[in-house]
Structures are given as structure tokens and as C-alpha cells.
């Protein structure tokens, strides 16, 4: 019987499977993104605090879609657990790397799932995925820009508050 059931819903299983996986990854990617929001506001970078809260909520908004792609789509969508999330950093140059590490991850993933769906020809769940193709340029490419900054301005004094005002405009 499970294996009409799966026969039955509208994506590829193995392509289901590793879009659970990608639930997961948002997941962490939030959590991380809440923890270095809160050393910005206890280190006093409120602007870069502000930056961090609104990525950690867009990660949150990623897994959501992809959680309700799979539901929609008749398949089921499993709730993440979260753990390992560092809260210890050394400086605002150290989070926007860490940062720009795990959108790469992250990009990286999102091509594994292309490169899948493409395998197995799950047309729409390629398809669907081609915003988040996009959006990890784009996440990429803003973070780059922050750490541009710092190899012109540098990491200290009025350096880092420029620095941390300017990210309110990006």
C-alpha cells in the first residue's frame, strides 16, 4: 500500500526526500541567523542586530515554502530539529564569513536538488525551486558587499559603526 500511496503524489520521492533535507537546512539557517542577530544586539550593532533578525525570519519563510511545496503536492513534510547553533563569535567580520559560508552551503544544496529533479524529470519541482536558485544568488551577493567593506574600511572603532550603520541600508 505505501508504495501506491507514494506512487500517487505529484513529486518525485528521492526528490521529497532531499527537499526534507532542505526543511532542515532553512531551519538551521534561521536559528543561526537568531543567535548571530543576538551577539550584534548584546555587542551594540543594532543595525546589523536588525539585518540578522529580518534573514533569520526569510530562512523561516524558505522552509515554509518548500514544507508546504511537499504537502501540497501530496507529500509530507517532516518538522525539522534544530541544534548546534554556535552563540560565540569573535567579531561582526567572523559572523558575515560565517554567514556567507552557510549561503554557499545552502546554494549548493539547492543545486544538488536541481541537478535531482533534472535526473528524474520532476519538471515542477524544478520549477518551483528556480526562486530559491535565484534568491541564493542574490543572498550571496549581499553578503559579499558587507565583506567588501570590511577589507576597505577595516574592523575597528568608527570603522565597525559605519560599517554597522550601513548595513541598515542594505
Known amino acids: 500500500m505505501k508504495d501506491i500511496v507514494r506512487q500517487k503524489i505529484g513529486i518525485n520521492v528521492d526528490v521529497m526526500d532531499l527537499l526534507n533535507e ?24 543594532t543595525n546589523s542586530a536588525e539585518f540578522f533578525y529580518k534573514q533569520s525570519a526569510e530562512e523561516r519563510e524558505h522552509m515554509l515554502k518548500i514544507f ?4 501540497d503536492n501530496g507529500g509530507t513534510a517532516y518538522s525539522p530539529e534544530v541544534n548546534n547553533i554556535n552563540h560565540e563569535y569573535n567579531s ?19 543545486n544538488n536538488i536541481v541537478t535531482r529533479c ?51 541600508h542594505d
Open 118 to 168: 533534472r535526473k528524474v524529470q520532476d519538471y515542477g519541482s524544478e520549477n518551483f525551486l528556480q526562486w530559491f536558485v535565484q534568491e541564493q544568488m542574490e543572498e550571496e551577493n549581499q553578503f559579499r558587499r558587507i565583506l567588501e567593506m570590511f577589507d576597505l574600511m577595516g574592523t575597528d572603532g568608527i570603522a565597525l559603526k559605519f560599517i554597522d550603520e550601513r548595513i541598515k
Open 92 to 110: 561582526l567580520q567572523e559572523i558575515f564569513e560565517t554567514a556567507l559560508d552557510q549561503e554557499i552551503q545552502i546554494t549548493k544544496s539547492i
Open 68 to 71: 508546504n511545496f511537499i504537502n
Open 22 to 45: 532542505q526543511i532542515s537546512k532553512e531551519a538551521h539557517s534561521a536559528a543561526v541567523y537568531l543567535a548571530m542577530a543576538s551577539w550584534c544586539d548584546h555587542n551594540g550593532l
